[in-house]
């Protein structure tokens, strides 16, 4: 494998399609989430697909609706506050002719 073979083998990012499971963890500072969480609404406002990535993967998505929203606030002992979103994958099913 000579070197350029090698840069380009980096420089690759993994694609994360259907049929597999992903997860990933950050711990980010306040504007980070919240310049990450501008650019995720624009998508959604704007397109009807969303693509996240890294150097190392891209992970891209066709939505559906309903989009569900969860907050959650525990109170007790160290407050936190929870936001999850649910994106359901979007289907090109048709609905069958009714004859």
Do not use: C, N
């Amino acid at each position: 494998m000579t070197h350029a073979e090698s840069d380009t083998e980096e420089t690759e990012r993994t694609l994360i399609r259907t049929g597999r499971d992903f997860e990933q963890e950050y711990r980010l500072d306040a504007s980070e989430a919240g310049e990450f969480l501008i650019k995720l609404g624009e998508q959604l406002r704007d397109e009807d697909e969303l693509t996240i990535s890294t150097d190392e993967w891209e992970l891209p998505f066709a939505f559906g609706e309903p989009v569900e929203l969860e907050i959650d606030f525990e109170g007790v002992g160290e407050p936190e506050l929870e936001i999850e979103l649910a994106l359901p994958g979007r289907t090109d099913e048709k609905a069958p002719d009714v004859e």
